[in-house]
């Protein structure tokens, strides 16, 4: 089954809201430059339209929850910024020109494990259950091919739930990042959020 009824859209909104939130002021602290996000917005893709909105390489972050949830994750970053994000990080002017090597990869998996560990901090909260993840795993990517994200998802998976939300750093970085996960995955973080939710009622 590949819908999520509407209820369940708008819990994965407000995770995502919440979590990629704190994220963003995580990521803020790191490049010392003001980090703005939008509301996210969430939908169902197919697995063929995952690389849709890329041109030439992209980034790939892929992330594992190994405590409080079970499964990974992918963010898809675009070269440009992750070149800007980088050279922020380093005192740079936040230069944009160039291609990702091995130090822009090894400053945003830097980058992306102190973000996600903010996530997983208020996911935590939401969810009333210890979460936490492993080091993120960064790798360059050509969009003629979905090889590598499919190897991510070696089960045959052919729709996932793509969360979306726009990023301006200062007029520096005006983008946007997006995050996919499989819709079981999905399901079981709505879930627990319901539970917690029922939890806390009954204990109000």
């Keep these: 089954m590949n819908e999520l009824s509407a209820a369940e859209i708008d819990i994965l909104g407000e995770i995502a809201n919440i979590s990629i939130g704190n994220a963003a ?15 996210p917005n969430v939908k169902i893709v197919r697995r063929s ?5 890329y041109e030439k390489k992209c980034i790939l972050v892929q992330i594992h929850y190994i405590k409080g949830l079970s ?3 992918v963010f898809i970053l675009k070269e440009p910024d992750v070149v800007c994000m980088t050279d922020l990080m380093m005192g740079g002017p936040g230069n944009s020109e160039g291609e990702v090597g091995e130090l822009q990869l090894s400053a945003i ?8 560990g903010a996530s997983a901090t208020s996911m935590s909260v939401m969810l009333s259950d210890m979460v936490d993840i492993s080091t993120p795993e960064v790798s360059t990517i050509d969009v003629d091919s979905i090889k590598t994200f499919e190897k991510i998802f070696e089960d045959g998976l052919e729709a996932f739930v793509k969360i979306s939300f726009k ?6 970085i005006d983008s946007s990042m997006v995050q996919f996960y499989p819709i079981s995955f999905a399901r079981d973080m709505c879930r627990m959020f319901k539970e917690n939710g029922e939890k806390l009622a009954m204990e109000a």
């Design 25 to 39: 002021t995580t990521l803020s602290m790191m490049v010392n430059h003001k980090v703005d996000i939008t509301m």
């Design 167 to 172: 990023m301006d750093v200062e007029n520096l």
């Design 109 to 116: 998996s830097e980058a992306m494990n102190q973000m996600m």
């Design 71 to 73: 499964g990974n994750n």
């Design 49 to 53: 339209e995952v690389l849709d909105d």
